[in-house]
């Protein structure tokens, strides 16, 4: 149990244009959901919190408009880079929580490669 | 803000060897999480941490919970190159349930 998949795994796409990345719980239902950014051989840096049926909530300094989040349904979230740019490139990885062990504990995705040319 | 300090940050070592990386915190955690990750795919949980002084084997692996639940570690015994990773602590927090990311051991075993 407490599969989360992404899809796409990765993505190469030209600057100026959109990308969206789907994070799916499989198995459970998550009314929140977490986006992060993840650069070579560092840590996760937390991006935003994605909220069912809710407005997102973003961490400082990540640009709301550049990173669109929509939580549809309680097992799907999504991340839309817009007007994507070079430096936008990056590891990004979603994480749902669920209660398998009777308390919340996070799972990941497998994370999905952005290559902005 | 709470913060987690991990360390070390690299650590390269010999298949057999034992190592112990650390996360420390002046706030307190809820519960604090291991994960490893393999270049290219997403964190895998290795175990959770909720009751001060708390200790879970998993394996080789030994994790601690400090009796504060401000600190952990985590200690590998005969470590073999199918250990090399990141390693990741992550607190959670009491706001909102985020969790606090340590900025990660680089662990590489060599045979």
């Known amino acids: 149990g407490a599969v989360v998949s992404q899809h796409p795994s990765w993505v190469i796409c030209k600057s100026g244009t959109s990308v969206k990345i789907e994070c799916r719980s499989l198995d459970f239902q998550a009314t929140t959901m977490f986006w992060y950014r993840q650069f070579p051989k560092q840590s996760l840096m937390l991006m935003a919190t994605?909220?069912?049926?809710?407005?997102?909530?973003?961490e400082q300094g990540v640009e709301k408009d550049k990173f669109l989040i929509n939580h549809a349904s309680l097992t799907l979230s999504t991340l839309t880079v817009t007007s994507a740019h070079p430096e936008d490139s990056s590891f990004y990885i979603c994480?749902?929580?669920?209660?398998?062990?009777?308390?919340?504990?996070?799972?990941f995705g497998p994370g999905t490669r952005l290559t902005v040319l | 803000t709470q913060l987690l300090e991990q360390s070390p940050q690299f650590l390269s070592i010999q298949e057999g060897e034992n190592l112990t990386v650390y996360c420390n915190s002046s706030s307190v955690f809820s519960s604090l999480q291991w994960y490893r990750q393999e270049p290219g795919e997403g964190p895998v949980l290795l175990v959770t941490v909720v009751t001060g002084g708390e200790v879970k084997k998993l394996k080789r692996l030994t994790f601690q919970f400090g009796d504060a639940r401000k600190d952990s570690s985590l200690h590998i015994t005969a470590a073999q190159p199918g250990d090399t990773g990141l390693y990741l602590c992550a607190g959670k927090n009491n706001q909102g349930g985020k969790l606090i990311f340590g900025q990660g051991t680089e662990l590489s075993v060599k045979p």
């Open positions: 994605s909220n069912e049926g809710s407005k997102a909530t973003y």
């Open positions: 994480s749902a929580p669920s209660r398998l062990a009777g308390y919340n504990e996070q799972f």
